[in-house]
């Protein structure tokens, strides 16, 4: 079995079976599978289709433009000599690792996080892996972010006091994923946030309450102070919309790369690296993403054998 990166993706060759995860753009003769529905994972659904959870293929389905066959729960594939399921990633709904099996078990995360947060649990801990190949985006020593629940009652606190001063309060996060758990939140504390149409898409995926932006425009939302959640995006428009609506707005982001803002990540962090690596008891792991030389090398200090998926792997 030949496992190597393309661009930001992933291809498995058994050699009777090529299988091509998260890949931008379709790889000639393979099968592609995509873990979750996020922009920079769902290329190749574009141009061919592309095996995804039932969750994934829903959101796939209200975005557009995009083609997905669903692998059914508990349900398993075969290609050539090689079993292929899904378990829960935990990074956003519908996430998931993929798991191929052919006498070598390898699994590959896609984006996964451990910490469980209100729409859903954290990636599940796989039996028996012998090749992990792991997504390392905020896994070096530098990212070790607070409890999620902390986060969440901080935000509270910070949204409730800003409403009671008569602000209008703007959270950014992704349309798809963070959205979701960004309504989520809000509606548990009594707030139904008013979002844009991609948000409210896929928000009704969800059930989750929240007012799309109307046709009117933003002028419905002059008389009282509101929460709105907004894809990043929109940063460029407040300082005019303040104006617009005469009132002040204040505004976090809602991600790891938050300096100044909530850092209420769909990754995992350094401590989740470990643990998942910890629990899992791979031969051999291989990372990809950012910081994905920085977390072998840590790993092999921990006595794993670990390296960086730069290039074509044999196992
Ligand atoms: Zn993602």
């Known amino acids: 079995m030949l496992i190597y990166p393309w661009k930001n993706g992933v291809v498995v060759d058994t050699g009777l079976a090529k299988i091509a ?11 592609h599978v995509v873990t979750h529905a ?26 557009g433009g995009l083609s997905s066959e669903p692998v059914r729960e508990g349900s398993i594939h075969f290609f050539g000599d090689t079993e292929l399921s899904f378990a829960p990633a935990g990074h956003i709904p519908g996430s998931a690792q993929l798991i ?13 996080k451990l910490e ?4 859903e649990p954290g990636a599940e801990i ?42 209008h309060v703007v959270l950014f996060g992704y349309a798809v994923g963070k959205s979701q758990e960004l309504t989520a939140l809000l509606n ?27 046709s009117e425009g933003w002028r419905e939302y002059v008389s009282e102070p509101r929460v709105f959640v907004l894809p990043p995006n929109f ?10 609506l005469g009132r002040k707005i204040v ?23 470990i643990n998942l690596v910890r629990k899992t008891e791979p031969e051999l792991v291989l990372t990809y993403g950012g910081n994905a030389g920085q977390v072998a090398t840590v790993l092999r200090r921990m006595g794993y054998d670990a390296r960086p998926l730069t290039h074509t792997v044999m196992i």
């Not at 995860?21 to 099968?31: E, F, I, L, Q, S």
Request: hydrophobic share 40%; net charge negative.
């Open 188 to 214: 548990s504390w009594g707030i139904v946030p008013v979002v844009p149409d991609r948000t409210h898409r896929v928000n009704r995926l969800f059930g989750l309450s929240d007012v799309l932006i109307g």
């Open 21 to 31: 995860v998260d890949t931008p753009k379709p790889v000639p003769g393979a099968t």
């Open 251 to 273: 505004a976090r982001s809602c991600s790891g790369w938050a300096r100044n803002g909530f850092q209420l990540s769909s990754h995992a962090d350094f401590w989740q690296t």
């Open 100 to 112: 191929l099996d052919n006498g070598k078990r390898v699994v590959i995360t896609g984006d996964w």
């Open 126 to 167: 796989i039996d028996d892996v012998d090749v992990l190949v792991l997504e390392t985006t905020f896994g070096a020593p530098q990212y070790q972010f607070p409890d999620r629940k902390e986060i969440y009652g901080e935000m509270k606190r910070w949204v409730l006091a800003n409403l009671g001063i008569n602000n």
């Open 235 to 244: 940063s460029d428009i407040l300082s005019a919309l303040e104006v617009e």
């Open 38 to 63: 996020h922009y920079d994972h769902t290329g190749a659904a574009r141009k061919t289709t592309v095996l995804t959870t039932p969750g994934t293929h829903e959101i796939l389905k209200v975005l």
């Open 116 to 119: 469980s947060d209100i729409l």
